[in-house]
DNA sequence: CTACAGCTTCTAGCATGCTACGACCAGCCT
DNA sequence: AGGCTGGTCGTAGCATGCTAGAAGCTGTAG
């Protein structure tokens, strides 16, 4: 089951499944070589983060976030995150530090070849690297959870409005901040980051729906 | 599907089922008189949100939370509860104060006559009203769940050490301020109502595990 | 040419068959 | 008598059978 999940996301990354297109247990079943009540459970978790949409008797869909969701989204992290920050900040973990400046090392190298998918990879690991300093798992998995919906948009972001090199560079106050002990100044810097790349997003989901509502709109009802 | 999962919460909340006693899919699906298919796909769920455990080969169990992660829970609550409870209290939805007032009879009812089932169902309905006024469903669906998983032990505690009228008198203060239009306020009785309820509930997390850490240890290292 | 009706062909969702494997128990060997 | 070993039982997990129902197509009638 596992393995179906994983190969679900994987063929959603590379544009193998794409949204708005009916698919089928069957078929995907099929595809991957095992049996359909793996795949069906796997695709029913799937269904429960919101990243597809079972129809009764038709297939299912995978589903594009909608502006007002992603705007939700970021509202949910920003909540989570900066108090997170804060207390990695706070925490005197002597660990931290390096762990963190190894993530950037990791990300800069990852940006300096443009490879979105290690570049993303490593994101996660640094924002998944200060809720772990926070200190509370379940923050953790939610915020996990929420960036994997948004995943799919965030993979086609990055190289239209801002380069990798820019997202890096939201960063390093962030870490910096964290290392001298600033709480202040790590809030306010991953306060930026989150705004920044949330706006992005909906503007981009506002972008591919056609809609005339505006980012500010749709941000100012939630943030 | 629907019905194993509101079939299980149901036989753990009355008791029918008990933490730490095994089970199995099979005994589980007989007793539903439903196949073995959607009770398991009901159990995988419930086990993604950590109210129960696969034993590989050896069926399933409650769990019962440890203290560290009603804490975690409280301190996401807090984080996104407060900030809610703040936009309620700005935005002028002309129907809320009214539906607010008539949830608190609701739930003053319940407590009139001991109805714990009532009360607790009336009380999410509360926090469900003030997160719908915040506007963000996906926090709304996060603290749902997150309410699920304490309302095990929430169903114990209310007796021991806080009448179900105390816990109205909490809300009390939050809805006035709502209604006044005071976020400050509303956002200061919010943070005393839940942590109460969180720390009660650590609290009783340890007692039920004869463990001799101190609430306000755990309680300070997550919130 | 168009509208409609019936049929074929999909689907999800539930039920059930099947298998590999860990736990537990009884019986044997030392 | 005590420890080990083989066998049996029960389990999750995967595969497959089965059914009701919706979508779409095809053929026919007007």
Chains 1, 2 share one sequence.
Do not use: C
């Amino acid at each position: 089951m596992e393995q179906a999940i994983a190969a679900v996301r994987a063929a959603i990354d590379d544009g193998r499944m794409k949204p708005g297109v009916k698919y089928s247990v069957y078929q995907l079943a099929e595809g991957l070589g095992i049996s359909r009540t793996p795949v069906r459970d796997a695709l029913l978790r799937l269904e429960e983060v919101g990243l597809i949409k079972f129809e009764a008797r038709q297939g299912f869909r995978i589903l594009l976030p909608q502006p007002k969701e992603i705007a939700e989204i970021f509202a949910v992290r920003l909540a989570l995150e900066l108090p997170a920050v804060r207390k990695a900040a706070t925490a005197d973990d002597p660990a931290l530090p390096a762990a963190l400046l190894q993530q950037q090392r990791l990300m800069r190298d990852a940006a300096a070849v443009g490879n979105e998918h290690q570049f993303a990879h490593h994101d996660l690991g640094l924002h998944d690297l200060i809720l772990d300093a926070a200190d509370n798992s379940r923050a953790r998995a939610i915020v996990k959870t929420l960036r994997e919906t948004t995943r799919l948009l965030g993979a086609n972001t990055a190289d239209k409005t801002r380069t990798l090199t820019d997202i890096d560079d939201e960063h390093t106050p962030v870490i910096d901040a964290i290392i001298a002990g600033d709480p202040d100044k790590a809030e306010a810097a991953m306060r930026q980051h989150l705004e920044n790349t949330g706006r992005l997003l909906v503007a981009q989901a506002l972008r591919t729906e056609a809609s005339d509502r505006s980012v500010d709109e749709i941000w100012s009802t939630v943030v």
